[in-house]
């Protein structure tokens, strides 16, 4: 007989109006550190695509977006570290004022390698802002500069995280768990 596939449970960890606060709160903290300069923030698909459209809006400063986006290998227990970008930017990044916009920050391999790929295409600054922090499961260190919550080492989806591209569009985040049937 064929076996039945674990029902999925959600549990909220983070309601939309918290992070609502979370992002306009950020969004000071950038401003007050950039002094009206010009940014360009530079999304990580897809996750960080509802994080972006909601920080980008926050923002009083003169922004330009544009969209990068990777695989890694070996991810789940065992990790390989191995990063590739699928899809490059668009324009140079030389002499701007550059912010990677992530939605989670997990391992850190995804973002280690990002930060040194973009380092080296000369931007003037070069800032990590990551809306979801697991620091449990850190195997890189990674200095991300504006960080909106630590969670616990849960998986988590909604806001733009998603499960086999599931649940991406929840306006809160919430834990994710499978329940036996
Ligand atoms: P890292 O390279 O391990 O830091 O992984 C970062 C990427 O893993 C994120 O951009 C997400 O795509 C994915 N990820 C890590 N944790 C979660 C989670 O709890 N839910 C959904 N995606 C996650």
Do not use: W
Not at 27 to 39: K, N
Not at 145 to 172: Q, T
Request: net charge positive.
């Amino acid at each position: 007989m064929a076996r039945k596939r674990p029902r999925e449970h959600l549990k909220v960890l983070l309601r939309k109006s918290q992070i609502r606060r979370k992002v306009r709160h950020l969004a000071r903290q950038i401003e007050h550190d950039f002094h009206g300069e010009p940014l360009h923030l530079v999304c990580i698909l897809k996750g960080a695509c509802i994080f972006l459209a909601d920080l980008l809006r926050e923002l009083e400063l003169p922004v330009s977006v544009d969209f990068i986006a990777v695989s890694s290998y070996g991810k789940g227990s065992l990790p390989s570290g191995e990063v590739r970008i699928t899809k490059d930017l668009d324009h140079s990044i030389e002499g701007l004022n550059v912010i990677i916009v992530e939605d989670i920050l997990d391992t850190g391999l995804t973002l280690s390698y990002l930060y040194r790929v973009l380092q080296q295409r000369k931007p003037r600054t070069l800032r990590i802002a990551a809306l979801l922090d697991k620091p449990e499961r850190r195997l890189k260190e990674v200095k991300a500069d504006y960080i909106g919550f630590e969670i616990p080492n849960a998986f988590v989806v909604g806001y733009g995280l998603d499960f086999g591209e599931k649940y991406r569009n929840l306006k809160d985040i919430c834990v994710l768990d499978s329940v036996e049937p």
